[in-house]
T-cell receptor, first 109, second 112 residues
């Protein structure tokens, strides 16, 4: 099945700093999403982005499907950005939705 | 408000006592799924359903049952829970195959 890798596994930032999170996947996908899991365990949808670029406030994402990677950019980070960021992909008609291992982000005040 | 709901949110039970975790969505979505999240193992799909009366196994189906009698509901059934099913469970739904998936708030299950 499809493999998903995320880097870095852990990231510590000072408030106000920028960061880039990366997601690599091993096969072509028809579905790619970025999620933020907050300290209470809830999964928050950030982007649905199987290809192209999207922006939402301080966050933006780019997926280059032909090269099998996606990037999540966080600018001017805030303490509320802390948590785990997951990339998840779907292929084979979408039945198998595979999550990456996540990037744990800690933003210090 | 468009949402996926799960109940209960927290449950502590004992080995062998049958339980059901309910999941409901109000978005008229066709696809629904169940996932479990474990430290070091990440999120893994248990079962999914493509429509009413159509379900199939995900990556870790052993010890679980599901049913899809109505479009909005997709309950997860543990006939005889064991301690290795202690986990954080998420239900999710999406309109169709290539659409964005939405997750419920999670159910934290402890089996003693």
């Amino acid at each position: 099945g499809i493999q998903v890798e995320q880097s870095p596994p852990d990231l510590i930032l000072q408030e106000g700093a920028n960061s880039t999170l990366r997601c690599n996947f091993s096969d072509s996908v028809n579905n790619l999403q970025w999620f933020h899991q907050n300290p209470w365990g809830q999964l928050i949808n950030l982007f649905y982005i199987p290809s192209g670029t999207k922006q939402n406030g301080r966050l933006s994402a780019t997926t280059v499907a032909t090269e099998r990677y996606s990037l999540l950019y966080i600018s001017s980070s805030q303490t509320t950005d802390s948590g785990v960021y997951f990339c998840a992909v779907g292929s084979d008609y979408g039945q198998n939705f595979v999550f990456g291992p996540g990037t744990r982000l800690s933003v210090l005040p | 408000e468009a949402q996926v709901t799960q109940n209960p949110r927290y449950l502590i039970t004992v080995t062998g006592k049958k339980l059901t975790v309910t999941c409901s969505q109000n978005m008229n979505h066709e696809y629904m799924s169940w996932y479990r999240q474990d430290p070091g193992l990440g999120l893994r799909q248990i079962y999914y359903s493509m429509n009413v009366e159509v379900t199939d196994k995900g990556d870790v189906p052993e010890g679980y049952k599901v049913s899809r009698k109505e479009k909005r509901n997709f309950p997860l059934i543990l006939e005889s829970p064991s301690p290795n099913q202690t986990s954080l469970y998420f239900c999710a739904s999406r309109l169709a195959v290539y659409n964005e998936q939405f997750f419920g708030p999670g159910t934290r299950l402890t089996v003693l």
